[in-house]
């Protein structure tokens, strides 16, 4: 008897996982609409580094790499505030995720012990600007636009923003 | 006749004066040595003004001028006699006041150069003083005369005062004034910012309690509140005492099963209070505290994880105390935040000491992990020394968190890639090794290989892992292997998953004979009811060596706060 009704319950179980199979996410295509067309990517200028691969630098700022080569010292990342357009479009570009999975990510970092340095975050391009320029480790991200000779653009595999083939661009 | 005595007059008055000549020349020699001592207060007849003055010893002009206005746009100076005789020309960029019969008895100008002249020079020629002032580019100068003093005012296009080596050198310090001033200004915003984030912790996780679990508001106010990427944890530079972090894991279960003598019950779940804090740029410390209730219904306490780390760098990360072991993936990405897991439960072969695991999930002790140097694949190595876990007694603690049942350590040496090229995968194997000592039972030699290949992205995941237990006593070796796969996919907030597990434990083992062989499938769904809050429904059927299958049925909600 009670063997049947788990039985059942597996079955109600299976249509569930059916019905959820159906779904599709949502992509958020208003946000999709607002993300600017390229992000550069900022350190400070007394960082050596001018050019990174993409996966390098996807690596930064997944705090899978904690310190610069040649002892430049710890990164620091800084993100844009939730609903900053260059945010989504980094999150899309750079993680590879949408706001829960990188905020999934950065707890389960921190859970595992792995880094107790989560990304910064600033409320303004102009913030980010301004702690890059004045963090030796900072990296982050602003609209090129917006990049000013406090800073400096990294390219990435070897292209600037408004290059042909840039990656970082939607 | 007359014409001719004029002629004669003026020719007698010419040789009278050629005649004088070498003695003016002498007494103006003999003036100039004699005002060198005068007084301040020389006479005033000395002062008037005329020919005849002019044989009189010579002005004293005090050139310490002084310079007032608007950054030098003033020149004075003054003397000990009256100059109201002077005057004031312009040559090209050269304004020059001439102070005649005079002589210079101070140095240079105070201001040699101002914010309208590039220099200004002082010299003596002839009988007078001539003060010469090289006037910057569009600026003009006005002579206004006084009793004794002379004012020299400047106009017209300022421009920096500085020469170019000292413009250089003004540009780097302000340049560096505006950098100090950026980094304090981010300093105090960021000190701002943390006071009205702290004040608003109590209403924001209040909208999160009363508000619907699904609105994005508040979401976002308990994605504020507790523990969201923020600079407003773990800031670079602690100032004062360390701050301590707070993580809350929990879970609420309805457990229904099969099995006889088993009742279908609500059941609490662990509490795991996850602490950590940063002592400094090097140092922090993690610990896991769980409490929970055990089948006599009575809540223990335990102190799963107490973790003093020591970041060198990427390439050597130090722990000391109570960790996690790293035997394969599954649980050292977990731990016991049931909330990050995507099932309902932890596979079998990863089931904590208490509940009847075969492994050594925690130990006591030291570990280093970190990149290795150089190495393609983002390779990785992790290498603990601890004591290990008891042999199983019913009296005995499974975990030696205070007194080691021997003097023999358990080593454990691991590596692991994660290529940077192929994000979310994550592959690697473990060797452990130990010496347990049963009560009244010959010592039994331990060693745990485990490999894995987990992939895992917002949308899939594939977790693979296979242990292999070896023990070996009285010469004989008792083999114990187990595997499981685990396969999901996220669709919105759904993400159904299956679960197939194999555990094989020989009868005749000397320490987990009890286990036995089990294995079979294991499917649900997690639906996330908000972004820190998961419904978990699973079925799950294991099959068992001369015993009845399982069939049990979890329902969970996980959630962190």
Same mark, same amino acid.
């Given at each position: 008897m009670r063997s049947r009704t788990l039985q059942r319950a597996a079955c109600a179980l299976s249509l569930v996982a059916a019905l959820a199979a159906a779904c599709s996410a949502p992509c958020g295509p208003a946000a999709r609409a607002q993300a600017p067309a390229e992000i550069a990517v900022i350190v400070n200028k007394s960082n050596p580094v001018d050019?990174?691969?993409?996966?390098?630098?996807?690596?930064?700022?997944?705090?899978?790499?904690?310190?610069?080569?040649?002892?430049?010292?710890?990164?620091?990342?800084?993100?844009?505030?939730?609903?900053?357009?260059?945010?989504?479009?980094?999150?899309?570009?750079?993680?590879?995720?949408?706001?829960k999975a990188y905020v999934s990510y950065f707890l389960g970092k921190k859970f595992r012990g792995e880094t107790l340095e989560e990304p910064r975050q600033q409320a303004s391009a102009?913030?980010?600007?301004?702690?890059?320029?004045?963090?030796p480790g900072a990296i982050g991200y602003v609209r090129p636009e917006e990049v000013d000779a406090s800073v400096k653009v990294l390219r990435v595999d070897g292209l600037a923003p408004g290059d042909?083939?840039?990656?970082?661009?939607? | 006749m007359i014409h001719k005595l004029s002629?004669?007059?003026g020719a007698a008055l010419a040789a009278f004066c050629l005649a004088l000549l070498?003695?003016?020349?002498?007494v103006a020699q003999d003036a100039r040595a004699l005002t060198a001592g005068l007084s301040a207060g020389a006479s005033d007849a000395n002062a008037s003004g005329g020919a005849a003055s002019r044989r009189l010893p010579k002005r004293l002009v005090l050139l310490r001028a002084s310079v007032g206005g608007d950054g030098g746009a003033r020149v004075t100076i003054s003397s000990d006699s009256p100059l109201d005789d002077c005057e004031s020309f312009r040559d090209g960029d050269d304004y020059t006041v001439r102070i005649p019969w005079a002589v210079a008895a101070g140095a240079a100008l105070p201001g040699a150069e101002g914010r309208f002249y590039k220099s200004a020079r002082v010299e003596e020629r002839g009988d007078a003083v001539l003060v010469t002032f090289a006037l910057r580019e569009g600026a003009s100068a006005r002579l206004d005369r006084g009793f004794n003093r002379l004012e020299v005012t400047f106009a017209g296009a300022a421009t920096p005062a500085a020469t170019p080596a000292r413009d250089n050198a003004e540009a780097e310090t302000i340049r560096e004034m505006r950098e100090q001033i950026a980094s304090l200004e981010a300093r105090v915003r960021?000190?701002?910012?943390?006071?009205?984030?702290?004040?608003?912790?109590a209403p924001a996780a209040e909208a999160a309690a009363v508000a619907n679990a699904d609105a994005q508001p508040a979401a976002n106010a308990a994605h504020a509140a507790h523990g969201a990427p923020s600079q407003h944890d773990? #800031?670079?530079?602690?100032?004062?005492?360390?701050?301590?972090?707070?993580?809350?894991?929990?879970?609420?279960?309805?457990?229904a099963s099969n099995q006889p003598g088993s009742h279908t019950s609500f059941a609490l779940g662990q509490l795991d209070l996850f602490l950590t804090s940063r002592l400094s740029e090097k140092f922090d410390v993690l610990s896991e505290l769980i409490v929970e209730a055990n089948r006599s219904n009575q809540f223990t306490f335990e102190i799963h994880r107490l973790l003093l780390q020591y970041t060198a760098n990427d390439n050597l990360r130090l722990g000391v105390g109570r960790y996690h072991t790293a035997i394969g993936y599954y649980n050292t990405a977990y731990h016991h935040g049931s909330w990050f897991q995507t099932a309902a439960n932890r596979p079998f072969i990863f089931a904590f000491e208490g509940k009847g695991g075969i492994l050594p999930l925690h130990n006591v002790g030291v570990q280093a992990t970190g990149r290795v140097p150089g190495a393609p694949w983002g390779l990785r190595y992790v290498a603990e020394i601890g004591n290990g876990r008891a042999s199983r007694s019913p009296l005995d603690a499974p975990v030696q968190t205070a007194l080691d049942e021997n003097n023999r350590k358990a080593f454990n040496l691991g590596l692991f890639a994660r290529p940077k090229t192929v994000p979310g995968l994550q592959t690697g194997f473990s060797v452990y090794r130990d010496r347990l000592a049963p009560a009244n039972a010959p010592t039994v030699g331990q060693t745990i290989g485990a490999g894995y290949v987990v992939y895992q992205n917002a949308r899939y995941e594939s977790l693979n892992e296979f242990v292999l237990m070896r023990l070996a006593t009285n010469g004989r070796v008792y083999n114990t292997p187990a595997f499981y796969t685990q396969l999901s996919r996220q669709f919105g907030s759904y993400r159904p998953f299956f679960r197939y597990q194999y555990i094989n434990v020989p009868s005749?083992?000397?320490?987990?004979? #009890?286990?036995?062989?089990?294995?079979?499938?294991?499917f649900g769904v997690r639906y996330d009811v908000s972004d820190f809050a998961a419904f978990k429904a699973q079925y799950e059927h294991t099959s068992r060596r001369r015993l009845s299958s399982l069939d049990e049925l979890f329902l969970q909600f996980a959630f962190t706060f």
């Amino acid at each position: 008897m009670r063997s049947r009704t788990l039985q059942r319950a597996a079955c109600a179980l299976s249509l569930v996982a059916a019905l959820a199979a159906a779904c599709s996410a949502p992509c958020g295509p208003a946000a999709r609409a607002q993300a600017p067309a390229e992000i550069a990517v900022i350190v400070n200028k007394s960082n050596p580094v001018d050019d990174l691969p993409l996966s390098e630098l996807r690596e930064y700022f997944l705090a899978e790499r904690g310190h610069w080569p040649n002892g430049g010292g710890k990164v620091r990342v800084v993100m844009l505030e939730q609903g900053a357009p260059a945010r989504e479009a980094a999150l899309r570009l750079i993680y590879d995720m949408n706001e829960k999975a990188y905020v999934s990510y950065f707890l389960g970092k921190k859970f595992r012990g792995e880094t107790l340095e989560e990304p910064r975050q600033q409320a303004s391009a102009a913030d980010v600007i301004k702690f890059v320029s004045f963090v030796p480790g900072a990296i982050g991200y602003v609209r090129p636009e917006e990049v000013d000779a406090s800073v400096k653009v990294l390219r990435v595999d070897g292209l600037a923003p408004g290059d042909p083939g840039y990656k970082l661009k939607l | 006749m007359i014409h001719k005595l004029s002629r004669a007059a003026g020719a007698a008055l010419a040789a009278f004066c050629l005649a004088l000549l070498p003695a003016a020349r002498a007494v103006a020699q003999d003036a100039r040595a004699l005002t060198a001592g005068l007084s301040a207060g020389a006479s005033d007849a000395n002062a008037s003004g005329g020919a005849a003055s002019r044989r009189l010893p010579k002005r004293l002009v005090l050139l310490r001028a002084s310079v007032g206005g608007d950054g030098g746009a003033r020149v004075t100076i003054s003397s000990d006699s009256p100059l109201d005789d002077c005057e004031s020309f312009r040559d090209g960029d050269d304004y020059t006041v001439r102070i005649p019969w005079a002589v210079a008895a101070g140095a240079a100008l105070p201001g040699a150069e101002g914010r309208f002249y590039k220099s200004a020079r002082v010299e003596e020629r002839g009988d007078a003083v001539l003060v010469t002032f090289a006037l910057r580019e569009g600026a003009s100068a006005r002579l206004d005369r006084g009793f004794n003093r002379l004012e020299v005012t400047f106009a017209g296009a300022a421009t920096p005062a500085a020469t170019p080596a000292r413009d250089n050198a003004e540009a780097e310090t302000i340049r560096e004034m505006r950098e100090q001033i950026a980094s304090l200004e981010a300093r105090v915003r960021e000190l701002e910012s943390r006071q009205p984030a702290e004040a608003a912790h109590a209403p924001a996780a209040e909208a999160a309690a009363v508000a619907n679990a699904d609105a994005q508001p508040a979401a976002n106010a308990a994605h504020a509140a507790h523990g969201a990427p923020s600079q407003h944890d773990h #800031d670079a530079e602690p100032t004062g005492a360390p701050r301590l972090q707070i993580q809350g894991f929990a879970d609420v279960n309805l457990n229904a099963s099969n099995q006889p003598g088993s009742h279908t019950s609500f059941a609490l779940g662990q509490l795991d209070l996850f602490l950590t804090s940063r002592l400094s740029e090097k140092f922090d410390v993690l610990s896991e505290l769980i409490v929970e209730a055990n089948r006599s219904n009575q809540f223990t306490f335990e102190i799963h994880r107490l973790l003093l780390q020591y970041t060198a760098n990427d390439n050597l990360r130090l722990g000391v105390g109570r960790y996690h072991t790293a035997i394969g993936y599954y649980n050292t990405a977990y731990h016991h935040g049931s909330w990050f897991q995507t099932a309902a439960n932890r596979p079998f072969i990863f089931a904590f000491e208490g509940k009847g695991g075969i492994l050594p999930l925690h130990n006591v002790g030291v570990q280093a992990t970190g990149r290795v140097p150089g190495a393609p694949w983002g390779l990785r190595y992790v290498a603990e020394i601890g004591n290990g876990r008891a042999s199983r007694s019913p009296l005995d603690a499974p975990v030696q968190t205070a007194l080691d049942e021997n003097n023999r350590k358990a080593f454990n040496l691991g590596l692991f890639a994660r290529p940077k090229t192929v994000p979310g995968l994550q592959t690697g194997f473990s060797v452990y090794r130990d010496r347990l000592a049963p009560a009244n039972a010959p010592t039994v030699g331990q060693t745990i290989g485990a490999g894995y290949v987990v992939y895992q992205n917002a949308r899939y995941e594939s977790l693979n892992e296979f242990v292999l237990m070896r023990l070996a006593t009285n010469g004989r070796v008792y083999n114990t292997p187990a595997f499981y796969t685990q396969l999901s996919r996220q669709f919105g907030s759904y993400r159904p998953f299956f679960r197939y597990q194999y555990i094989n434990v020989p009868s005749d083992n000397p320490l987990y004979a #009890d286990v036995g062989r089990r294995n079979g499938p294991a499917f649900g769904v997690r639906y996330d009811v908000s972004d820190f809050a998961a419904f978990k429904a699973q079925y799950e059927h294991t099959s068992r060596r001369r015993l009845s299958s399982l069939d049990e049925l979890f329902l969970q909600f996980a959630f962190t706060f």
